[in-house]
Structure formats: C-alpha cells, structure tokens
C-alpha cells in the first residue's frame, strides 16, 4: 500500500534500512548494517520492522564479527524494555572467538512484526560488524 512505501520511503531516508526487496514471489526483506567497521562506545537502538507482518526470521551474514560479549545486538520488544527475543546478547567471531548470531539455516523467530535493535560496544576491540536480513514469515 501507498503507507507501507511512504514508511519504508521514511526509514530509508533516516538511514535506517538499507535495502527493501518487493517481488510478488517472496516474502518481504528487510537488511539492516552497521558500519565496517563498527565504531567503539556504540549504544544505538534502531526500530525493526516489517510493515503489514506477524512474525519475521532474522539472520546474519557470514562476516559478521564482533568482540565476544562486549560488543553486541539485542532483539528487544520495545525500545523502553528489557524484554528481549531469543538469546540476551548476541556477538563474537572476533580473533576467532565462538558466536552465536543466528545464520539463514538457523534463523532467530521473532513472533512480531517488529523490535528494536540494540547494539552495544565498549571503548576496546571493535572488527567488520553486523549486517542482518530480517523476513516476513507471516
């Protein structure tokens, strides 16, 4: 609908999402990134969101790194909560640490159609940073 597009126009231009997808074949898409790297003493909440939809999948790129438990996204309910969808704190890869960001075989289920991001770092390491693709899966 013509509101549907003057909100993903509105999103697009506060620099929010960076690509939208609309094809008649799939699902809507949404990618959302931080920068590459990504900046030290980062504490952003971002809104995610798929207008029109129930539920959405979420996953991350192969590159994605950051410094284990300190540097990290949340999937919160709403931006004023601590509630949050699936694991506290998702991050790692960096120096070759274990991660735990969900990947396209293994996607995060967000039962909503939509959150809000946070991403935290620290004043130390920081690596190449997040990109994720977020999918109606309503």
């Not at 590459?36 to 790194?65: C, I």
């Not at 709403?78 to 704190?89: F, P, R, S």
Request: aromatic share 10%; net charge negative; hydrophobic share 30%.
């Amino acid at each position: 609908s013509s509101g549907d597009e003057a909100r993903l126009t509105a999103l697009l231009e506060r620099g929010i999402v960076n690509m939208v997808y609309h094809t008649p074949d799939e699902a809507e898409h949404v990618v959302m990134e931080s920068d590459h790297p990504y900046q030290n003493y980062a504490n952003n909440r971002k809104p995610l969101e798929l207008p029109g939809h129930e539920s959405m999948l979420v996953w991350f790129d192969p590159q994605t790194k950051t410094e284990k438990d300190y540097d990290y996204l949340t999937f919160l309910h709403d931006e004023g909560k601590a509630a949050h969808y699936g694991e506290e704190k998702y991050s790692g890869g960096h120096d070759g640490s274990s991660k735990n960001w969900p990947t396209i075989d293994n996607p995060l289920h967000i039962p909503a159609g939509k959150c809000t991001i946070g991403f935290v770092s620290d004043e130390y390491d920081n690596d190449w940073g997040w990109r994720l693709t977020a999918a109606s899966a309503s």
